[in-house]
């Protein structure tokens, strides 16, 4: 006959939620693998998912929805049921428990986080979170100290700090966030500045820098006034007294020269 799980909270347990499942779990570790065993196997899950539900819910109102939690918790649930050796003489509840809150834990440290937090960060700003809730409690009208929450959590004022930063670095806004007290709906977006073009021509200049050095006075003002006075070939010509035709040819002949005295250095 197969044995089904009481529903029944067992009077020596230390959580009222906890249902008495010590014969099915005797049962289960007995059983080989088949659908006998699975269909015990769920019903002792269904058996303590008021308390895995109960664990979850002391994560509310951490930035994850509850329903959330609470799946997160069946999952650490499942898998306390599976890992979970009974001839070890322990109560299920004393395995669970930790297996579900690591699995939560696990959960925000992992999915939670916008930014990537260090864990020794992560646990400050838990410590500082908690502190400063408590604190909440016993000063009205303003936010704890730096100083207040360091003595009642018992850290250094410098670990606070950090821990309250973090308090920030959960989430992240968008990009198409509107800033605050702006009118005009400029967003973080607008205040990012863009790729300089220039970047790009930065190997060039370094790799014809040397070349144009070594060219004639004349030819090097041709293509400065060409290339970084962004004047026109008529306007060099009528600089320079010369025709139009002939500042054509010399810098054609000039970044000739350049470019393959550029590629023969970098054969080398």
């Known amino acids: 006959m197969p044995t089904h799980v009481s529903a029944k909270h067992h009077p020596h347990h230390p959580h009222h939620d906890a249902p008495d499942t010590t ?3 005797r ?4 059983l080989p693998p088949g659908p ?12 303590w998912l008021p308390m895995a539900n109960r664990i979850a819910g002391r994560f509310r109102n951490r930035g994850e929805n509850l329903d959330d939690l609470r799946q997160v918790a069946a999952l650490g649930l499942v898998k306390a049921v599976d890992r979970y050796a009974p001839e070890r003489g322990n109560a299920f509840e004393s395995y669970a428990v930790p297996t579900i809150t690591g699995e939560i834990k696990r959960h925000f440290r992992d999915h939670m986080w916008t930014l990537h937090v260090p864990r020794r960060v992560q646990d400050l700003r838990n ?8 604190l909440a409690q016993t000063v009205s009208g303003r936010r704890p100290t730096v100083a207040e929450i360091a003595e009642h959590a018992d850290m250094s004022e410098e670990d606070v700090r950090v821990g309250m930063e ?4 959960f989430t992240a806004l968008s990009l198409d966030a509107e800033l605050p007290g702006s009118e005009d709906g400029y967003s973080l977006g607008d205040a990012l500045g863009s ?3 220039a970047l790009d021509m930065v190997v060039d200049r370094e790799a014809v820098k040397h070349r144009l050095a070594v060219l004639p006075e004349r030819e090097r003002a041709i293509l400065y006034m060409r ?4 004047m026109t070939q008529s306007r060099i010509a009528e600089q320079l007294g010369i025709s139009q035709m002939h500042v054509s040819r010399l810098i054609s002949r000039c970044c000739g020269r350049v470019r393959q005295q550029v590629m023969k250095d970098a054969d080398r």
Request: aromatic share 8%.
């Open 23 to 25: 014969t099915a779990f």
């Open 27 to 30: 049962e289960l570790a007995e």
């Open 36 to 47: 006998r065993r699975d269909t015990l196997r769920d019903e002792i899950v269904e058996a």
């Open 127 to 134: 410590r500082v979170r908690v502190a400063g809730q408590d």
């Open 166 to 169: 973090a308090l920030e670095s």
């Open 195 to 197: 790729p300089d073009p």
């Open 227 to 230: 290339f970084f006075d962004d």
